[in-house]
């Protein structure tokens, strides 16, 4: 330990507004008059006038309050959760909810066309593209589309 490496802890808190012998007396160091000088006055993104930093800056982008949990599912996905879970001849979302292979918030199941599926089953999905169901149909399989 030496001395220039001592903490000073014994500082005293100035009290603001305690007379004029405190230093900090009379206006408590805020100056005279203006909104600054009274209290309860917060100008928090003011910049003097200039057109303020949050309004420069452009604005990207949306988040819909109405937006549906959609999983996405291509064949060539569907065709990887055949062969690795043993799964019959149908597939629908409480399916893929029981094998935890999709999240519980998902509410509809989008499938499409992009691999190939060779076995033939029965699916179950809210939205299908039109290459998806030429697929799954030339596969010997079925196609159904929920309304919800």
Do not use: C, W
């Not at 603001?16 to 917060?42: D, L, P, W």
């Not at 879970?85 to 597939?91: E, Q, Y």
């Amino acid at each position: 330990m030496s001395l220039n490496k001592l903490i000073k802890n014994n500082k005293k808190k100035i009290r603001v507004g305690r007379g004029i012998g405190s230093g900090k007396g009379k206006t408590s160091a805020r100056g005279h008059k203006g909104q600054k000088s009274r209290s309860g006055v917060a100008i928090k993104s003011f910049e003097g006038g200039q057109m303020p930093l949050y309004r420069r800056l452009p604005k990207r982008g949306f988040k819909s309050f109405n937006k549906k949990n959609t999983a996405i599912l291509n064949l060539s996905k569907i065709q990887k959760i055949l062969e690795k879970n043993n799964i019959s001849n149908n597939l629908d979302l409480t399916i893929l909810k029981e094998k935890n292979l999709i999240g519980k918030k998902i509410s509809k199941l989008k499938i499409l066309g992009t691999g190939e599926i060779k076995k033939n089953l029965e699916i179950s999905a809210h939205f299908v593209s039109k290459q998806a169901l030429v697929k799954i149909e030339k596969a010997g399989g079925k196609l159904n589309i929920l309304k919800k």
